[in-house]
């Protein structure tokens, strides 16, 4: 009998521990859940308005055709595609490898300001035509647009459809 009693004790004893690891869990739960919440909070971060689409790595220096190109790109380019070309809630972002020379190459940026773009690779809309840039400003502002990808890593990548 007494043995019988002890081990109906241990029986009760025995179903606590699964309680012991609910309780676990629930604190596994909630570290992961802070975790994730930071990434998010991480991941939205770079995506704010005033910080640009992308993070751009800017060059630690520019040529000096870049530089009269950024100055004609700050002037005319950079409402919609950002500072550094890093992108607004008005334009993509141009630092971006669908701009690598090998999928746009330089041309594409003459008829950007010459004709506008149609939207198709994004959703922000056309862009109206440029006709105040001129030819010498674009030159620039095409310099200036590779050098920033350069520093990002976008380089010539053959374009497959
Ligand atoms: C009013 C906003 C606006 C301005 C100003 C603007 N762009 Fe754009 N641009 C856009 C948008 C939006 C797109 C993306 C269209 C798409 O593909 O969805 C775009 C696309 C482009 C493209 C890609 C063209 C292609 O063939 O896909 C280039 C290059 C470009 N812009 C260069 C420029 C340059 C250089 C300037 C300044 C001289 C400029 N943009 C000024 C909004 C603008």
């Not at 770079?46 to 004609?72: I, K, M, N, Y």
């Amino acid at each position: 009998m007494g043995k019988a009693k002890r081990n109906r004790k241990r029986g009760a004893k025995g179903e606590e521990p699964p309680k012991k690891d609910t309780k676990r869990l629930a604190i596994i739960a909630v570290a992961v859940m802070a975790v994730l919440v930071a990434a998010a909070a991480a991941l939205r971060w770079p995506s704010t308005a005033s910080r640009g689409l992308v993070d751009v790595t800017v060059p630690a220096s520019l040529s000096a055709q870049a530089r009269s190109g950024q100055r004609a790109f700050d002037a005319n380019c950079a409402r919609c595609h950002g500072e550094n070309g890093g992108g607004t809630d008005q334009g993509p972002p141009l630092v971006h490898d669908i701009y690598n020379p090998g999928h746009h190459a330089d041309a594409a940026f003459y008829l950007a300001a010459q004709r506008g773009v149609f939207a198709h690779h994004w959703s922000f809309g056309d862009m109206p035509p440029q006709p105040n840039v001129t030819r010498k400003e674009l030159d620039g502002i095409v310099r200036y647009v590779r050098e920033l990808q350069q520093a990002n890593g976008i380089t010539w990548k053959p374009h497959r459809m």
